[in-house]
């Protein structure tokens, strides 16, 4: 079997999502995500220019190779373009490779090791009771482990808190908007969010927390400290990790369990927080970590130190990386759980999947290959749209981390 072609699909279906096919010579073809939120055309110009014409008469089973080839022979490592770009091959490959052999992905990464996979999803809300409404509503829905963000009072808008009574989707057409930011307003008050919610729900349900990168590391170990009692299954970014030593100070102040890593596009970026111990679950996304290929050599790692996955599942990824996730979730042995913000309607028409949840538990269903289909007539209806991230600043107008 050899390549015989490879396009791109970019599209946006309430959102942009950058889609590779990869074609063969004996019919069969796989489909990779690219998307890169806020930057998707780079990703795309990377793969159209650059990778796509080194694809050609290559043998698709040879996912090792090729990975190392786009890696390490572009001189050029690491970033999350490239890594992006790479990671759409693979999964790609990794598709063809399930189908070719007519099984799906997760029998060729060991087979299955649970019987679902755990997710979490989203509740949030302008005050304490509306979050906790949202909270309910999930529960309602079989969630077992719920990540909870509120709006803060004398803070005029929020992360993780829709507008207008929407899904929450923090990519917007346009210019970058600005959101103000309190740390101070914000220490005071998730204490008290996460008392009111151990308070309403009890004690078997997971709380997960989101602090967006937003505190310095001292101040990071004195929230995980004050949530102790009501323990979180994680505190997740509690601080830039570009810096990775910096969470040894929180690790030594707080049992509260830490999640990091949506924003890291390399194994390396988090070398030193796993074998460390620094953290308790890596965040690293498929797509934007180079791929099933990749990923899997770090999970490995990370189960030396006792490390579990928890990646990320925000709408920024396509049904593909979710249909990818959920493959390699059910497959390695320290799987921690999988973030599960759903896609819309339009999206869900768009990618067609075998995957499915039910309650509180995903399952990537048993088509050969990842599953996930794209219907390109109806992609074609949404031509991609420039959109970004916000970007927020401090009460005094610095900007800082969003």
Not at 155 to 169: I, L, M, Q
């Amino acid at each position: 079997m050899k390549i015989t072609a490879a396009r791109l699909i970019v599209c946006s279906p309430d959102r942009n999502f950058v889609t590779l096919r990869i074609e063969t010579d004996e019919g069969i073809y796989g489909l990779g995500d690219g998307t890169l939120n806020g930057r998707e055309l780079a990703v795309a110009a990377y793969l159209e220019e650059h990778v796509i014409p080194c694809l050609i008469g290559r043998d698709p089973f040879a996912t090792e190779d090729i990975w190392q080839y786009l890696y390490r022979g572009a001189y050029w490592r690491r970033g999350p373009v490239t890594m992006s770009a790479i990671a759409a091959v693979d999964m790609a490959l990794w598709d063809i490779k399930g189908k070719a052999l007519n099984t799906p992905v997760y029998n060729l990464l060991g087979g299955k090791s649970r019987q679902g996979v755990l997710v979490y999803t989203h509740a949030n809300g302008a005050d304490i009771p509306a979050a906790l409404d949202s909270v309910k509503k999930h529960m309602d829905e079989g969630y077992l482990a719920i990540r909870v963000q509120s709006g803060v009072p004398g803070v005029s808008s929020a992360y993780g808190v829709p507008k207008g009574g929407k899904s929450y989707e923090p990519a917007e057409r346009g210019l970058p908007g600005e959101s103000l930011w309190s740390t101070e307003k914000y220490l005071n008050f998730a204490p008290k969010l996460f008392e009111a919610a151990r308070k309403e729900v009890g004690e078997d349900l997971h709380l997960l927390h989101d602090v967006h990168h937003r505190l310095t590391p001292i101040e990071a170990a004195r929230l995980g400290k004050e949530l102790e009692p009501y323990h979180l299954f994680w505190m997740e970014d509690p601080t830039p990790a570009e810096n990775q030593e910096a969470f040894r100070l929180i690790r030594e102040h707080t049992v509260t369990p830490i999640a990091t890593g949506e924003v890291f596009n390399s194994f390396w970026d988090a070398h030193d927080l796993i074998r460390n111990q620094w953290i308790d679950y890596i965040r690293m996304t498929i797509v934007h970590g180079g791929g099933i290929t990749a990923l899997k050599k770090a999970a490995d790692f990370a189960a030396v130190y006792q490390v579990r996955t928890g990646f990320h599942g925000a709408t920024d990824l396509s049904p593909v990386t979710m249909a990818a996730a959920l493959h390699f979730g059910i497959a390695i042995h320290n799987f921690g759980i999988q973030e599960h913000m759903p896609h819309t309607p339009l999206v869900d028409e768009v990618f067609p999947h075998a995957y499915t949840y039910d309650s509180g538990y995903m399952y990537p269903g048993d088509a050969p290959g990842l599953g996930v289909e794209i219907d390109e007539a109806k992609a074609a209806k949404y031509p991609y749209q420039r959109a970004y991230l916000p970007v927020a600043r401090k009460m005094d107008g610095t900007l800082t981390d969003w």
